[in-house]
């Protein structure tokens, strides 16, 4: 058989140098010459014409080439096979304790810009890129035969299928996907909406962290930016006593239904944590665990300084609310704050409430969400639990 032949993109001698540090991308300032329409699978050249790889290209984003392959071997559809078999083979070793999990984790499973999460019997996918949403029918065809999942739904609303001159839209690309979906998490059920939830359904990324945070839960609980009760409902089980805060009206009425089906009790409130956390303070409440996971407060980098202060204020006032000996459980999800400067912004915090604080452990996201060297906007999540000493 004839090898398929790609068209082919040649890219400057900076580009090809960031392609063999490890970066997956090639922005289009790096690019010296396209032959290509939107969305192709191309052959990549090197300044000299050498064959970096192939890459999936785009005409309208500032990321022009996102590798697939690297040195000779074709991006053919039985790559992109073998792409999927080894994400998911990797999922299987790891012995994840639930049933909802991510299955391919774009760039850091060879897929760039493609996110496929499992919940239960149902696949959630998301192609962000021109060259992932021309290849989509071919990576859920795949996945179908891989997996015989009952039903796959495309969840391609986020804003950045916009930058890429992509319809944002919902839609049952498989078989049939309900209202909702029941999956375990280490031992706790959740009724997942996974059409209209935040992300895919669930902060599946979390995972992990709600177990290693359960090991030192106790006594009187408090939920920050609960969501539908991730740690709530993991935590609360061990606790006397669960609050749990999230502006999201919604969010809230998902932890009474979870907490509800799963025998925890949790006092789930509506409310703005900013002011919550004042309250309670106000009140001179205090708590023996505190959890602290707020949504990306810096999108991008000019929001940093502006995040720096919200992270400090809720470390700060979690602190003070916090007994001697309580564990605080705190994250930022924002790629733009690293981890050197969220320990910062913590240690600050610590200072101003005249707490004395040990790490007991520094984590990110779970190990279905792997980090790729070299890219470091791809390690976003960090979580350190924290105790006070006095
Ligand atoms: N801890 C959750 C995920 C949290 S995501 C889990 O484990 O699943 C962040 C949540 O913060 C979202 O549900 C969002 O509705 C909520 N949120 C955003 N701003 C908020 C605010 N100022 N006060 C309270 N909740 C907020």
């Not at 289009?28 to 192709?40: I, Q």
């Not at 192939?54 to 039985?78: V, W």
């Not at 496929?116 to 192609?127: E, I, K, S, T």
């Not at 979690?318 to 050197?340: D, I, M």
């Amino acid at each position: 058989m004839k090898p398929p032949s790609f068209p082919s993109v040649t890219v400057s001698a900076r580009g090809e140098e960031r392609v063999r540090g490890g970066h997956p991308w090639v922005y289009r300032t790096d690019v010296a010459d396209a032959n290509a329409e939107p969305g192709d699978r191309v052959l990549v050249r090197g300044a000299r014409g050498r064959t970096i790889g192939h890459a999936l290209f785009s005409d309208r984003s500032q990321i022009t080439l996102r590798m697939l392959a690297y040195g000779e071997s074709p991006a053919d559809d039985t790559l992109i096979r073998k792409r999927l078999e080894a994400a998911i083979a990797f999922r299987e070793s790891l012995g994840i304790e639930a049933t909802a999990y991510r299955l391919v984790h774009g760039e850091a499973d060879l897929m760039p810009s493609l996110i496929v999460d499992r919940y239960g019997d149902y696949l959630v996918v998301q192609a962000l890129s021109q060259g992932m949403d021309r290849l989509l029918p071919l990576v859920v065809a795949t996945l179908g035969e891989l997996l015989h999942a009952a039903g796959i739904l495309a969840r391609n609303e986020p804003k950045t299928r916009t930058l890429e001159g992509l319809e944002q839209r919902v839609e049952v690309l498989a078989g049939d996907v309900p209202e909702s979906v029941l999956v375990t998490e280490n031992g706790i059920e959740y009724e997942v909406d996974v059409r209209r939830g935040q992300k895919t359904g669930l902060f599946l990324d979390q995972r992990e962290n709600r177990a290693a945070a359960a090991q030192y839960a106790r006594g009187r609980l408090l939920d920050c930016f609960s969501y539908n009760g991730g740690f709530a409902l993991a935590l609360g089980r061990r606790c006397d006593e669960t609050i749990a805060f999230d502006i999201s009206e919604d969010a809230i009425g998902r932890v009474r239904q979870n907490a509800a089906r799963n025998g925890v009790a949790v006092d789930a409130r509506v409310g703005n944590v900013f002011d919550e956390l004042r309250g309670l303070e106000r009140l001179r409440e205090r708590f023996d665990t505190i959890v602290l996971d707020p949504p990306a407060f810096a999108k991008s980098k000019a929001a940093v300084a502006k995040a720096l202060s919200g992270y400090k204020e809720i470390n700060l006032r979690a602190l003070k609310l916090l007994k001697p000996g309580g564990t605080l459980v705190t994250c930022s999800c924002s790629y733009n704050v690293n981890e050197s400067m969220f320990a910062e912004v913590v240690y600050d915090a610590a200072v101003d409430a005249q707490a004395h604080v040990t790490v007991v452990e520094k984590r990110m996201q779970g190990r279905d969400h792997p980090v790729l060297l070299g890219v470091p906007e791809t390690y976003y999540l960090k979580c350190f639990i924290l105790r006070k000493l006095a």
